[in-house]
C-alpha cells in the first residue's frame, strides 16, 4: 500500500518552527511520508511542492495569526490547479472563533497548542482511508 | 581537605548509614514503599520512588547532605556576591540594592496605535518600554512589500521609515525612559532609529538608555527571523557593537545573547547555559576583532535566559552559568577583571511552558518561574502573559504579568537577602552538576570550531530537535505531566479574553509609508542607498568598513527599511536554513 505522503509548511514570515518539526516527526515516525518545507513560504510554492510531490496532505503551522489569509490562499490554488483531493490541516494558535471559518473555507483540521500528536496521525489516516485515490 | 572537615565528613557518613539501614528501610525497600506508621489512614501511596530533574538529566535522591557537596568548595566555589566567581550573584547587595523595574515588552499595529499605548504605558509607570516589532520589520520589508501581506502590525509594531519612529516617541521623555527592541538581523538599523529619534528630538543621544538586542545567533536557531548568512550576520551585529562602544554612553547596550530559543526549541538545562556561554563569548571576540575590549562590552551586554519550570534546576542554573562565565572568561580574555568575570543575567520567563488548556492556571506557572529568577540572583525580569499561547496577550494580562516579581518581592520579601539558598546541599550539588555538564557542551562547541560553526553546520538545530521530540514523547505517554493537559484534565473549556489586532493597521501603515516616499528628498535617498551599498560591497571583498554611519545616514535620509535591507540582500545574498526535524 502506498504510504500516506504529507507536507508540513509554514507560510508568513513567522520563523518559530518548532511546533512544525515536532510535527514532521511524529508523522513520520507514524509510517508517513513527510516533505518538510520549513519556514517562510509562499502558498504559490506550499501548492507548487504539493503537487509535484504528489502529496495527500498539506499541514500548514501558523502562530503569527495569518492563518485565515494563508489558509485562503492554499485552498484557492488548490481549485485553480484542480487537485482539491489533497486535503489541508493547520496547526498553531488559531483563536477558536476563527476554527469555523477555517473550516468552512475548506480547511479539514485545525489543531491547537497542546495537541497530542497521535491524534493528528490518527485524523490524517481516517481523512485519507475516506478518500479512495 | 583540613582534618576538621574530614572527621565532621566520617561521622556524617556513619550517620548516613544509620539512617539508610534504621529508617529508610522501613520506608522503602527494592523500590517499593512500604505502609508504615507515617501513613495516615486511606492515603495513597506512590507505587515508584525515582524521581529526575525538570530537563529530565539528573536524578535526584531521596535526600542531599553535606557529603553531596564535600567537594565544592565553600570559599572558592561558593564564596560571596560580588566576588569571583560570583555564583551567590554578581551584586554584592543584590535585591537589597536595586528597585525591580516595572516593565513591558510591548506593540501592535500602526506606530500611530503603538504610540497610545506607550503612553499609557508611561503614565501607569511603565519605564522600560521595548518596542516590539512585526515580522516584515524584523525581516528588512516594508509594510507594503507583497511578502508582507497580512503580517503588517501582527505580532508588532510597523517601522518602516524614520518617521515612523517620530509619531511613536512624540512626547515621551527619551531621556527619562529605558528604551529598546529585540530585531537581531537588523542591529546596525535598529540602532539608527533610536540615536537619530533622540537627535531630532532634541535629546543627546548618549543620555539616552537603549538596549539592542542585536542577537543573530538565536535566529538561525528557532526564532527564524534570519535575513544574511551567519556569518554576514555576525559581521553586521559586532559593527553595531563598535559603533555603540566607540561613540555612545555606557547607557547604549548593544547586544546581548538569547538563550531562550535553544532551550525552547530543545535543549536541556546543561546544554542551554554551554552553549549560551560559547555563543556570547563568540560574540565578544567578534567585537574584540573591531577594537573593542571585553572590559568595555561585557559590563554593557548580559545572557538572556528562560526560566523554565523545575525551581530548584533553575536558580542552580543561574548560580551555575554566573561560575561558568567567570572561569571561562577569566582564562579566555587573561584577566580577572570583574568587569570581564562578572556576568549580568536576564530572564525572560519560560513562555514555552505556558499550556493553551486552563490558561489560568499558566499564572501560577509564570509566578514561579519568577520566583527561580529572583532566588537565582539575577537582574532584570520580563514576563509573558498568561494568555500567551493563545494570542497576543491583552493589556490587562500583561499588568498582571508585570506585578508578579512586586507581589514576590514586597509581599512575600523574598528579595530581603541575596541568594537565600546559596548552602543548600541540594541546590548546590545541583549548581555544581549543571556547571560540569555545561563546561562539557562549551567544550564540544569549541571542539567544533566555535559558535559560529555551531550555528553554520546545523549542530544546534539538531540537538534541539532531537530534545525536543523527546519532550513530547514524554509529555504524550504521560510520563511527564502537564496539569490541565494530561492530568486533571477538563472536557470543556471557557473561552477566555483574548486581545484582537485590528486590520485597519496594515491599510493605514501603508498608506503612511507611501505618504513618506512622495515628500522625502528621493535623489538624497538614492544617494545614500548607493553610498551603503559601496560599504557593504567593501565589506564583501573584506575590506572592513563599519557599517553603521552609512547607515545612519540612509535612515536619516528616511530611505525605507525595504530599501535599505533591498540593497544589502543584494550584495550578501540570503540565508537559505537547512532542513532538520
Redesign the interface.
Known amino acids: 500500500m502506498r504510504k500516506i505522503r504529507v507536507l508540513i509548511a509554514k507560510p ?7 511546533g512544525a ?2 510535527i ?3 508523522l ?1 515516525d507514524a509510517g508517513m511520508e ?1 516533505i ?5 513560504q ?1 502558498p504559490k510554492v506550499i501548492v507548487d511542492s504539493a503537487l509535484q510531490e504528489d502529496v495527500d496532505v498539506i499541514g500548514l503551522s501558523i502562530l ?3 492563518h485565515k ?2 489558509a485562503l490562499s492554499v485552498m484557492q490554488l488548490l481549485k485553480e490547479s484542480g487537485a482539491a483531493h489533497i486535503s489541508l490541516i493547520v496547526g498553531g ?1 488559531v ?2 472563533e476563527d476554527v469555523a471559518e477555517l473550516n468552512r473555507i475548506g480547511v479539514k483540521g485545525v489543531f ?3 495537541t ?3 491524534e493528528v496521525v490518527k485524523f490524517i489516516k481516517e481523512l485519507h482511508n475516506n478518500e479512495p485515490k | 581537605m583540613s582534618a576538621l572537615k574530614e572527621e565532621f565528613l566520617n561521622r556524617f557518613k556513619i550517620k548516613l548509614i544509620k539512617w539508610k539501614e534504621e529508617i529508610l528501610k522501613g520506608r522503602v525497600a527494592n523500590g517499593e514503599i512500604k505502609p508504615e506508621f507515617w501513613t495516615r489512614h486511606g492515603q495513597k501511596e506512590k507505587t515508584k520512588v525515582e524521581f529526575k530533574s525538570g530537563s529530565g538529566e539528573f536524578l535526584i535522591k531521596e535526600i542531599f547532605t553535606p557529603l553531596d557537596i564535600a567537594e565544592i568548595d565553600p570559599i572558592d566555589q561558593i564564596g560571596l556576591p560580588g566576588d569571583f566567581p560570583y555564583a551567590r550573584g554578581r551584586d554584592p547587595l543584590g535585591p537589597q540594592a536595586v528597585n525591580l523595574p516595572l516593565k513591558f515588552y510591548s506593540g501592535y499595529g500602526s506606530s500611530e496605535e503603538a504610540k497610545e499605548r506607550y503612553q499609557r504605558l508611561y503614565q501607569a509607570g511603565g519605564r522600560f518600554i521595548v518596542l516590539a516589532l512585526d515580522l516584515p520589520t524584523q525581516i528588512g520589508y516594508d509594510s507594503d512589500s507583497p511578502i508582507a501581506a497580512g503580517e503588517v502590525g501582527k505580532v508588532g509594531i510597523a517601522l518602516d521609515t524614520l518617521a515612523d519612529m517620530d509619531q511613536l516617541f512624540e512626547g515621551l521623555p527619551l531621556d527619562r525612559i529605558s528604551t529598546g527592541t529585540v530585531g537581531n538581523s537588523i542591529g546596525p538599523w535598529a540602532l539608527a532609529m533610536f540615536y537619530l529619534t533622540g537627535q531630532k528630538a532634541g535629546v543627546d543621544p548618549s543620555k539616552m538608555k537603549v538596549n539592542l538586542q542585536n542577537d543573530p545567533f538565536k535566529e538561525y536557531t528557532g526564532r527564524g527571523t534570519f535575513i544574511f548568512p551567519p556569518r554576514v550576520a555576525l559581521d553586521l551585529a559586532s559593527d553595531t557593537v563598535a559603533y555603540v562602544c566607540k561613540y555612545l554612553s555606557h547607557h547604549w547596550e548593544p547586544q546581548y545573547h538569547c538563550t531562550t530559543t535553544l532551550r525552547w526549541g530543545g535543549c536541556n538545562v546543561t546544554q542551554e547555559v554551554g552553549f549560551g556561554v560559547a555563543n556570547l563569548i563568540a560574540y565578544i571576540e567578534a567585537a574584540q576583532k573591531k577594537g573593542v575590549d571585553p572590559e568595555q562590552l561585557i559590563p554593557r551586554t548580559n545572557l538572556h535566559m528562560t526560566a523554565d519550570m523545575d525551581l530548584f534546576e533553575e536558580v542552580a542554573k543561574f548560580r551555575a552559568v554566573r561560575r561558568l562565565w567567570a572561569k571561562i572568561a577569566k582564562r579566555r580574555f587573561g584577566t580577572g577583571d570583574p568587569r570581564v568575570t562578572s556576568l549580568r543575567l536576564t530572564v525572560y520567563t519560560g513562555a514555552n511552558r505556558l499550556t493553551a488548556q486552563q490558561p489560568l492556571n499558566n499564572i501560577i506557572r509564570v509566578t514561579i518561574q519568577v520566583l527561580a529568577a529572583m532566588l537565582g540572583s539575577v537582574e532584570t525580569i520580563s514576563i509573558p502573559a498568561y494568555d500567551e499561547a493563545h494570542a497576543l496577550p491583552t493589556a490587562e494580562s500583561t499588568r498582571l504579568a508585570s506585578l508578579t516579581p512586586h507581589i514576590l518581592n514586597d509581599e512575600c520579601m523574598v528579595g530581603n537577602t541575596t541568594d537565600p539558598l546559596g548552602g543548600s546541599y541540594y541546590v548546590e550539588w545541583l549548581t555544581s552538576k549543571i556547571e560540569e555538564g555545561a563546561n562539557e557542551w562549551y567544550n564540544e562547541v569549541e571542539a567544533r570550531g566555535g559558535a559560529l560553526a555551531a550555528v553554520e553546520s546545523g549542530y544546534y538545530l539538531r540537538q534541539m530537535a532531537d530534545g525536543l521530540y523527546k519532550y513530547y514523547k514524554e509529555v504524550e505517554s504521560g510520563e511527564r505531566k502537564l496539569i490541565g493537559v494530561n492530568k486533571f484534565t477538563i472536557a470543556k473549556e471557557e473561552p477566555i479574553q483574548l486581545f484582537k489586532s485590528d486590520l485597519e493597521g496594515e491599510r493605514k501603515q501603508i498608506e503612511r509609508l507611501k505618504k513618506v516616499k512622495q515628500e522625502r528628498d528621493n535623489d538624497n535617498v538614492q544617494k545614500c542607498l548607493n553610498e551603503l551599498k559601496k560599504v557593504a560591497q567593501n565589506k564583501a571583498d573584506g575590506k572592513g568598513d563599519n557599517i553603521v554611519s552609512a547607515m545612519i545616514e540612509a535612515v536619516r535620509s528616511y530611505a525605507s527599511i525595504g530599501e535599505i535591507f533591498g540593497v544589502l540582500r543584494q550584495v550578501f545574498g540570503e540565508y537559505r536554513p537547512p532542513m532538520i526535524i
Do not use: M, Q
Not at chain 1, 12 to 18: F, I, Q, V
Not at chain 1, 36 to 40: F, K, P
Open positions: 508568513g514570515l513567522d520563523g518559530h518552527e518548532s518539526r515536532l514532521a516527526r511524529a513520520r513527510v518538510y518545507l520549513g519556514v517562510r509562499t503569527s495569526g495569518i489569509e494563508a494558535i483563536p477558536k491547537g497548542p497542546g497530542n500528536t497521535r
